[in-house]
């Protein structure tokens, strides 16, 4: 899988990884910055979503959408398409150029506006990345956790550089007996489940 980026992929990687590493240096405001997840996450998340029951893969939280171009693999493998959440007009207008450079419109689906509005729009969810603003982990479970079909794998980021701030939603996943869970120091950070 990949093995299989496009040269156009490759440059808006390159592309988004230089940006970010240049907001993290030059004290660029926290709601321009991209925060994207570094590539050995992409790796991890993009494995996870290919091996996901069938059905329908979300995003929340796409911001220039790098780590939308990772899971968009695993939706070309699947012949689907990530469904990828974000608010701000900035970031959608970044994500959908670079949709646009890397070519992979075909694989995405952007949801413009407030997740937690209009996570309705997706009845059942085999595979999550959630990887928005921290007070919103738990409200997002909750939607999403009962949209979720056997076997389905949630992907939560930053759960360990940012303990403190996620530690009731941490509490939440791990005490869910209908999930499996375990979190894994890869990145910020990752707690992974999957519905029994
Ligand atoms: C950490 S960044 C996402 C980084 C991205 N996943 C990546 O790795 O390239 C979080 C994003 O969530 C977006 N966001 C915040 N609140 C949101 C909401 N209520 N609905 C949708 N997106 C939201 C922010 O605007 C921001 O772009």
Known sequence: ????????MIKGMKYLEKLDAQDRLDGTERLKRLR????????????L?????????IEVGTSAGYSTMWL????KEKQTKIHTFELLPEKIKLAK?????????QWVHLIEGDALQNLDLINTISFCFLDCEKELYLPCWSIISSKMITGGVLIADNVISHQ?????????????SLFDSVIVPIGKGELICRKK
Do not use: C, W
């Open 1 to 8: 899988m990949f093995k299989e980026i496009s040269n156009e």
């Open 36 to 47: 994207q997840i570094p590539p050995e996450t992409g790796k991890l998340i993009t494995l």
């Open 49 to 57: 979503a290919a091996n996901a029951p069938d059905g329908e893969m």
């Open 72 to 75: 968009s693999l695993a939706a």
């Open 97 to 105: 150029e670079t949709f646009y450079q890397a070519q992979i419109e």
């Open 164 to 176: 403190a701030a996620l530690q009731p939603f941490i509490n939440k996943v791990l005490n869910d």
